[in-house]
Nanobody, 124 residues
Framework: QLQASGGGLVQAGGFLRLSCAASGRPFRDYTIGWFRQAPGKEREFVAAIRWNSQHTRYGDSVKARFTISRDSTKNTVYLQMNALNPDDTAVYHC???????????????????WGQGTHVTVSS
C-alpha cells in the first residue's frame, strides 16, 4: 500500500514536499513514479526514481524545479517541488512498478500499485 502526503495550498513561487511511503512491501527493485492530474486534464507524468540505482527522470514541465529522492531507512520517496506556479495545481499520485525500463518510466501502464492522491493548490 502506498500513502501519499504533503499536499496543501501554497502561493506561487513557494514550495512543498510530497512524501510517498510504502507499507507491507519494500521499494527495493521498484521504480517509484509521481503523476498528477489537474481538473479537466489527462494524468501527466511528473518524475520517477529507480530505487536501487536512484536514477531519476522528470517530465519536461517540472525539470529544474522538482527533485525526486528516496530514503531507504524510511522506505519513502519524496518529491521536492520548488518555484511552484498555478499550472502545478493538481492531485498528485505516487505509484510503484517493477522492472520498468527507462524509456517506459513515464507510462502509467507500467505501474502496478497506486496510492491515493494528495491535493496541491498553487494560488497566483
Amino acid at each position: 500500500q502506498l500513502q501519499a502526503s504533503g499536499g496543501g495550498l501554497v502561493q506561487a513561487g513557494g514550495f512543498l514536499r510530497l512524501s510517498c511511503a510504502a507499507s507491507g512491501r519494500p521499494f527495493r527493485d521498484y521504480t517509484i513514479g509521481w503523476f498528477r492530474q489537474a481538473p479537466g486534464k489527462e494524468r501527466e507524468f511528473v518524475a520517477a526514481i529507480r530505487w536501487n540505482s536512484q536514477h531519476t527522470r522528470y517530465g519536461d514541465s517540472v525539470k529544474a524545479r522538482f527533485t525526486i529522492s528516496r530514503d531507504s531507512t524510511k522506505n519513502t520517496v519524496y518529491l521536492q517541488m520548488n518555484a511552484l506556479n498555478p499550472d502545478d495545481t493538481a492531485v498528485y499520485h505516487c505509484a510503484a512498478g517493477r522492472s520498468i525500463i527507462t524509456s517506459a518510466q513515464a507510462m502509467e501502464s507500467q505501474y502496478y500499485y497506486w496510492g491515493q492522491g494528495t491535493h496541491v493548490t498553487v494560488s497566483s
